[in-house]
């Protein structure tokens, strides 16, 4: 199906209908294109502009998320997100620090380097927490609790284990003496790379299918919590489905992340929950990007300025969104 084009006059608020419409949860590029061709049709049918007609494009679009999303494709999307998943977001991440560090590691000074230890180390912990992070980030969003705790945990086990091996390794550590200083600059896009490697040969996750209700309600507990359920109430979700069970969770109310996607629309709060994360998110990283330039020195001081002030923008942008949100029901 081909999406017809909104009249001239409308199409500042087509444009914001379809992207804040593909960016809600359940909805997908089919659902997108045949609201957006209902809409072209139905104003010119009137023959007045989009927003007399329909009012606000971002309500307009949230409310549709509501009535014509499909929970359970979203559900099935976020029960397939895997590892390989992981490794293709990560590849692009990677190969964007290293183009950034690379760059700046050439052009700052002049001669060969000396690669230590310390330094060594520090820069595997950094890759394998970004990853591993990654990880942990996706898999809460898909409601896999168990299973971002434990890359959670790893993240901060790899920073730490290289912080420790940085302190101990001797000044003199040196592994290889006098490289080329563009050899070493290329080597900071290994990392990218063996991401892609890892993307090609890691098969993707087969969504799962078969549940015991312990199974059901850990996922159902985890995808409430994720669209920002507060926990007492997810508590009380489940036990009123426990209540109701005849058969299986599975057999009696379907996938465990589309009924926690019903339930979280009807939480109270949870929107607003869910939505903050992005600005207290950017926070954390301004934050830190701010004080790493302060020990920085030259082209590095001004990146972790330039990626400061950046993230303090994206900080200033999400947060009015977030509390229009504070008392909104999660779409899905």
């Known amino acids: 199906m081909e999406a017809k084009d909104f009249a001239e ?5 087509g444009k914001r209908y ?3 419409l593909a960016w809600q949860d359940g909805v997908d590029r089919e659902l997108v294109v045949a609201r957006q061709n209902e809409l072209v049709d139905s104003i010119a ?3 007045v502009p989009a927003d007399e007609l329909f009012g606000d494009p971002v309500e307009l679009a949230r409310a549709d998320a509501i009535e014509y999303g499909s929970p359970d494709a979203d559900a099935e999307a976020a029960e397939g997100l895997g590892m390989r998943d992981v490794f293709a977001l990560s590849a692009v991440i990677l190969l964007i620090m290293g183009i950034g560090v690379g760059g700046m590691f050439l052009f ?3 001669g060969p380097v000396d690669i230590g230890l310390g330094p060594l180390a520090l820069g595997v912990a950094v890759v394998a927490c970004m990853i591993a992070g990654s990880a942990a980030v996706a898999f809460y969003t898909a409601g896999r609790v168990r299973s971002a705790t434990r890359f959670a945990v790893g993240a901060l086990a790899s920073v730490a284990a290289g912080v420790v091996v940085a302190g101990v390794a001797e000044s003199d ?4 003496e006098g490289a080329p200083r563009w050899l070493v600059a290329i080597s900071f896009l290994l990392p990218s790379v063996l991401a892609v490697v890892a993307w090609r040969l890691v098969p993707a ?9 312990d ?3 850990e996922r159902f507990r985890g995808a409430l919590r994720a669209k920002g359920v507060h926990w007492r109430n997810a508590a009380d979700y489940e036990s009123n489905l426990r209540a109701e069970l005849t058969t299986t969770a599975f057999d009696d109310f379907g996938a465990p992340g589309a009924m926690a996607r019903r339930l979280a629309g009807d939480a109270s709060g949870a929107s607003g929950r869910y939505w903050w994360r992005m600005p207290a998110f950017y926070l954390v990283l301004a934050l830190f990007a701010a004080f790493m330039a302060v020990d920085a020195e030259g082209s590095a001081r001004a990146l972790n300025i330039a990626l400061s002030v950046m993230l303090a923008i994206g900080v200033v942008t999400s947060s009015p969104r977030a509390w229009r949100e504070r008392t909104r ?3 899905g």
């Open 18 to 20: 379809v992207v804040t």
């Open 108 to 110: 700052d000074e002049a």
């Open 45 to 47: 049918a009137a023959g």
């Open 329 to 331: 029901k999660v779409p």
């Open 215 to 217: 199974e059901w309600f």
């Open 9 to 13: 006059r409308d199409e500042k608020w």
């Open 173 to 176: 550590s040196v592994l290889i």
């Open 205 to 213: 996750r087969k969504p799962q299918s078969a549940w015991t209700d």
